[in-house]
């Protein structure tokens, strides 16, 4: 794994955007109608192409494919796990949203505008059977699109990201296995392949995990004791799956939710650090630069990196269309940097760009600050 062993790298979270006909075909796949299977293979290779370039162009040192074949950054696994069915829920079910303590003291703002915080539920999957990896072809397809894209290209590292057990149990649910342990192992075992494929075809994996933290919005009658001891079960569970995969092949990414919302509940980083730590992961990529959020870079001045690992805060955000300035990203970038040395700190993003800003044109331009703001850190940090 790459370190800013000379200047500021740069990277970011995973999503980005894809053009409109891409989207359109990646739904009509989604939803099981019928698409032109040639023309979609062909248009997620070209948009790979695209997408890696646009990030070298903007100064992206780590770069990815951008996710633009996935329909979804989790659900995507659907097409990559054999065990499961899609079914209505039995008669009683009750969701757990990923904002439900927010929900309960703003209910106005989720259900506002005629909309219900938690919608009807007629598409969820439930685990049936033992799971069993059958995405091969799909990841193989991945990594070869990735490489093909990067000919000719000058990046530092690349990366695919995967969904983290943890989080795949969420909206996969449970109706085969004994308890919670078994079935996130049996999705540990499951998607251990997929890891490990992207681990030896020289690419960098980025484990997905947003439920590490915002479970504890769903899990609104936990303590903190209580969902530490949640959260620590799926961390191991996902060491499992990380076995024999070495960790300087990894980085770790979690946030709070990309929900736009008030996250006044959200989990304190402070009280998960450690867990986040216990990762077995080269780089830990953490939401870092949202007004919720911003301030737990504090969190750094008594917790110790451990040595030989990397950190990527969040320093442009996903939550507003506001573009940061340079000198924001470059002061947010020497915080880290005196706390937990310049050559342990890479620039990231809090969350994937693609979906969630106004236009695709103002992720390309954060990322554009971002690079800018890598340099102005390098100046002050390394003297060039």
Same mark, same amino acid.
């Given at each position: 794994?790459?370190?800013?062993?000379?200047?500021?790298?740069?990277?970011?979270?995973?999503?980005?955007?894809?053009?409109?006909?891409?989207?359109?075909?990646?739904?009509?796949?989604?939803?099981?109608?019928?698409?032109?299977?040639?023309?979609?293979?062909?248009?997620?290779?070209?948009?790979?192409?695209?997408? =890696?370039?646009?990030?070298?162009?903007?100064?992206?040192?780590?770069?990815?494919?951008?996710?633009?074949?996935?329909?979804?950054?989790?659900?995507?696994?659907?097409?990559?796990?054999?065990?499961?069915?899609?079914?209505?829920?039995?008669?009683?079910?009750?969701?757990?949203?990923?904002?439900?303590?927010?929900?309960?003291?703003?209910?106005?703002?989720?259900?506002?505008?005629?909309?219900?915080?938690?919608?009807?539920?007629?598409?969820?999957?439930?685990?049936?059977?033992?799971?069993?990896?059958?995405?091969?072809?799909?990841?193989?397809?991945?990594?070869?699109?990735?490489?093909?894209?990067?000919?000719?290209?000058?990046?530092?590292?690349?990366?695919?990201?995967?969904?983290?057990?943890?989080?795949?149990?969420?909206?996969?649910?449970?109706?085969?296995?004994?308890?919670?342990?078994?079935?996130?192992?049996?999705?540990?075992?499951?998607?251990?392949?997929?890891?490990? +494929?992207? =681990?030896?075809? $020289?690419?960098?994996?980025?484990?997905?995990?947003?439920?590490?933290?915002? +479970?504890?919005?769903?899990?609104?009658?936990?303590? =903190?004791? !209580?969902?530490?001891?949640? +959260?620590?079960?799926?961390?191991?569970?996902?060491?499992?799956?990380?076995?024999?995969?070495?960790? !300087? $092949?990894?980085?770790?990414?979690?946030?709070?939710?990309?929900?736009? $919302?008030?996250?006044?509940?959200?989990?304190?980083?402070?009280?998960? =650090?450690?867990?986040?730590?216990?990762?077995?992961?080269?780089?830990?990529?953490?939401?870092?630069?949202?007004?919720?959020?911003?301030? !737990?870079?504090?969190?750094?001045?008594?917790?110790?990196?451990?040595?030989?690992?990397?950190?990527?805060?969040?320093?442009?955000?996903?939550?507003?269309?506001?573009?940061?300035?340079?000198?924001?990203?470059?002061?947010?970038?020497?915080?880290?940097?005196?706390?937990?040395?310049?050559?342990?700190?890479?620039? $990231?993003?809090?969350?994937?760009?693609?979906?969630?800003?106004?236009?695709?044109?103002?992720?390309?331009?954060?990322?554009?600050?971002?690079?800018?703001?890598?340099?102005?850190?390098?100046?002050?940090?390394?003297?060039?």
């Amino acid at each position: 794994m790459k370190r800013s062993t000379e200047r500021i790298l740069v990277t970011h979270a995973g999503n980005l955007p894809r053009s409109e006909e891409l989207a359109r075909l990646l739904t009509a796949k989604n939803e099981g109608h019928a698409y032109d299977k040639e023309a979609f293979a062909a248009l997620v290779q070209s948009a790979v192409t695209d997408v =890696v370039k646009k990030q070298v162009d903007c100064g992206i040192d780590i770069v990815n494919d951008g996710e633009v074949g996935k329909s979804n950054f989790s659900r995507y696994t659907r097409e990559r796990l054999s065990g499961f069915v899609e079914r209505q829920p039995r008669p009683g079910y009750k969701p757990a949203p990923i904002f439900g303590r927010d929900l309960a003291e703003f209910p106005e703002y989720f259900n506002r505008g005629g909309r219900t915080a938690v919608g009807g539920h007629a598409r969820l999957f439930f685990c049936n059977e033992p799971l069993k990896y059958v995405g091969q072809a799909a990841v193989r397809t991945e990594i070869e699109h990735l490489k093909a894209a990067l000919q000719g290209l000058h990046v530092e590292e690349a990366f695919l990201p995967a969904v983290a057990p943890g989080t795949l149990e969420h909206w996969m649910k449970n109706d085969y296995y004994p308890n919670d342990e078994a079935y996130l192992y049996a999705i540990a075992d499951a998607m251990h392949d997929e890891y490990k +494929a992207i =681990v030896d075809a $020289g690419f960098i994996l980025q484990i997905d995990d947003p439920d590490l933290a915002d +479970a504890w919005q769903m899990n609104s009658h936990m303590s =903190v004791a !209580e969902y530490r001891k949640y +959260a620590e079960l799926r961390i191991h569970a996902l060491n499992h799956a990380l076995r024999d995969i070495p960790p !300087e $092949g990894v980085r770790f990414h979690m946030c709070w939710g990309s929900y736009h $919302g008030p996250h006044k509940y959200d989990i304190p980083l402070k009280d998960i =650090v450690d867990l986040i730590l216990k990762v077995r992961a080269g780089a830990y990529s953490i939401e870092a630069s949202n007004p919720r959020h911003e301030h !737990e870079w504090r969190v750094w001045e008594e917790v110790r990196l451990p040595e030989g690992k990397a950190l990527i805060p969040g320093v442009a955000g996903h939550a507003s269309d506001f573009i940061e300035h340079p000198e924001l990203i470059a002061e947010r970038l020497l915080r880290y940097a005196r706390l937990v040395g310049r050559e342990n700190v890479i620039a $990231g993003t809090d969350c994937g760009l693609g979906a969630r800003l106004g236009h695709p044109k103002i992720a390309w331009a954060k990322f554009e600050t971002m690079a800018e703001g890598a340099r102005l850190a390098t100046k002050k940090l390394w003297g060039r």
